[in-house]
């Protein structure tokens, strides 16, 4: 929450420390990592999204979210190939 007042502030640095940390104090939580990931895609920070988005994957590899917010980064990307594999399913 720390870290949603800092954002809302228009500190961003401050920001992202704190949404870092809500995922070093409690790692096993996705909420956290949701949070981040929403952070790091809506500053264009996509690299960061995509490896924290990975991470989820790794763990739970049919989340919703996850796979939501990988297609995101590949519209965001402008990752044509992927976006048309997807739509010949």
Known sequence: MLGDYYFADGDLDKAAVEYIRSITIIPGTFRSRRTTFR??????????????????LKTSPNDVDALVYKGEIQIQN???G????????
């Open 39 to 56: 952070f790091y895609s809506e500053e264009n920070r996509l690299d960061e999204a995509a490896k924290l988005n990975n991470e989820i």
């Open 78 to 80: 402008k990752d044509a």
């Open 82 to 89: 992927a976006i048309d594999s997807c739509s010949k399913r």
